[in-house]
């Protein structure tokens, strides 16, 4: 962790010290996107880093990120939910690694370290997720992590399932020192995204598609339907290509049950 904590210490200095500077732009291609081109010039560049920098630091201090919902999603690079100095140094590192001539993927760039990996969380949520009480059968067997309420320490989501009608994706938080359960997210075969600064579900089910916003105040998720609509047939295989369309562009990050690497660099 402190390692870690170094190599973003050094994207920070790196991103301030070239500020200024003229530097080399990286075309983005189309397979990443928009990820990482907060100003829409088609191109990642070390502008992008220090404008997610700085994005980060006004929030730190209490304040407005100063960047508009396009630019937010552009600057989640590794799809978090939240834009902090992490994306800053992936963007950092993405450009270096372009420049080099490694066409690497944001995947590939974000992969190398995980973002949930810190103390607070090997404390609470590994324990928690190593003492799980779903059966093998009644997990779908991923975790989720997202920032639900903004207050800097993410969410854990688990989907359960103990037959076709008690599903759900049951959402944890950490408070008074413990981890709480804080209401469900929706449907536990919902695909989970991050928009536009929004978080979302959506479910395809025997011809009926709904997709609803997740919010949460303190400690309480509420979900609220934005669409909700039956139309079985061709129209359903549309929407699961959106759907595999919005898991490749913006869907949360997802982790086996039994996998604990994201506690671990």
């Avoid at 907060?38 to 990120?65: E, K, P, Q, W």
């Avoid at 995204?193 to 009926?208: A, C, E, T």
């Avoid at 669409?227 to 982790?255: F, H, N, R, V």
């Amino acid at each position: 962790m402190k390692h870690k904590n170094k190599l973003l210490a050094l994207a920070a200095a790196g991103v301030l010290t070239v500020t200024g500077m003229t530097m080399p732009a990286v075309q983005a291609t189309s397979d990443d996107n928009m990820y990482g081109d907060l100003d829409g010039d088609g191109a990642v560049t070390i502008s992008d880093a220090y404008r997610t920098l700085r994005a980060y630091s006004r929030v730190s201090a209490g304040g407005d990120s100063g960047l508009m919902d396009v630019q937010l999603t552009a600057a989640d690079v590794n799809r978090d939910g939240s834009v902090t100095i992490e994306d800053a140094y992936y963007i950092l590192k993405y450009y270096a690694e372009h420049f080099a001539g490694n066409q690497v993927t944001w995947e590939e760039v974000t992969r190398e370290t995980v973002v949930v990996a810190s103390e607070l969380y090997q404390e609470y949520y590994e324990p928690f997720l190593r003492n799980i009480k779903y059966k093998i059968s009644d997990a779908l067997g991923n975790y989720y992590f997202a920032d639900l309420n903004r207050d800097g320490i993410k969410e854990l989501i688990i989907p359960r399932c103990t037959y076709a009608y008690d599903s759900s994706a049951n959402v944890y938080t950490i408070s008074g020192n413990r981890v709480v359960y804080a209401g469900t997210a929706g449907d536990a075969y919902a695909t989970y995204y991050y928009k536009n600064g929004i978080y979302y579900g959506y479910f395809i089910k025997g011809g009926n598609r709904i997709i609803h916003k997740i919010t949460m105040n303190q400690t309480t998720v509420t979900t609220t339907v934005v669409t909700q609509e039956y139309s079985p047939g061709e129209q359903e295989a549309k929407w699961m290509q959106e759907i595999k369309d919005l898991e490749k562009q913006c869907g949360l990050p997802t982790y086996k049950l039994d996998d604990f690497s994201p506690f671990y660099e």
